[in-house]
T-cell receptor, first 113, second 116 residues
Framework: GENVEQHPSTLSVQEGDSAVIKCTYSDSASNYFPWYKQELGKGPQLIIDIRSNVGEKKDQRIAVTLNKTAKHFSLHITETQPEDSAVYFCAASIRLRGGKSTFGDGTTLTVKP | DTGVSQNPRHKITKRGQNVTFRCDPISEHNRLYWYRQTLGQGPEFLTYFQNEAQLEKSRLLSDRFSAERPKGSFSTLEIQRTEQGDSAMYLC??????????????FGPGTRLTVL
């Protein structure tokens, strides 16, 4: 089955700096890659996603890139703010297999003011 | 659109007891997923429904677990004879399946289960 690895497990940055989280996946059939932000005691919240026919997508301070050949995708957050502090999860899914998602183990991002 | 809701938010039970959780998806979403999340891990897929049909179950879902979605709207997840290893956050997500691209899943706040 699909395996998703996520790095780093923890990331600490100064407010205003950029943060990058990287994921790799194993199943070349995966065609949808969402990123979620999870705050303590809450469910994951979708922040951005990318489909396999697109190499890059941007939404204000957040961007995601996808390299299908290398089976890599990354989350980029620019101009980080303290409220960006949370656990971030990447995931991969396959439309034809019901769209269930396989998640990475998460990255705890801390933005220091 | 009120989002995905889950009840109860927290459940504490003694080992051996049965528990049932409820999930109300976003209205008109035809797919509903259950995931389990333990501390420091990402959510793990348990099962999913398209309308009222349960289409896939993970090997994580032992015989003590059963899920239903009787009218294609809300869903329940029951755990019989709970064990301490069942302690986790149980997450529900829903999506609208449509032809073409993969569906976006929206998660509820989860039910935190503690088995004593």
């Amino acid at each position: 089955g699909e395996n998703v690895e996520q790095h780093p497990s923890t990331l600490s940055v100064q407010e205003g700096d950029s943060a990058v989280i990287k994921c790799t996946y194993s199943d070349s059939a995966s065609n949808y890659f969402p990123w979620y932000k999870q705050e303590l005691g809450k469910g994951p919240q979708l922040i951005i996603d990318i489909r396999s026919n697109v190499g890059e997508k941007k939404d204000q301070r957040i961007a995601v890139t996808l390299n299908k050949t290398a089976k890599h995708f990354s989350l980029h957050i620019t101009e980080t703010q303290p409220e960006d502090s949370a656990v971030y999860f990447c995931a991969a899914s396959i439309r034809l297999r019901g769209g269930k998602s396989t998640f990475g183990d998460g990255t705890t991002l801390t933005v220091k003011p | 659109d009120t989002g995905v809701s889950q009840n109860p938010r927290h459940k504490i039970t003694k080992r051996g007891q049965n528990v049932t959780f409820r999930c109300d998806p976003i209205s008109e979403h035809n797919r509903l997923y259950w995931y389990r999340q333990t501390l420091g891990q990402g959510p793990e897929f348990l099962t999913y429904f398209q309308n009222e049909a349960q289409l896939e179950k993970s090997r994580l879902l032992s015989d003590r677990f059963s899920a239903e979605r009787p009218k294609g709207s809300f869903s329940t997840l029951e755990i019989q004879r709970t064990e301490q290893g069942d302690s986790a956050m149980y997450l529900c997500a829903s999506s609208l399946s449509s032809g073409g691209s993969t569906d976006t899943q929206y998660f509820g706040p989860g039910t935190r289960l503690t088995v004593l």
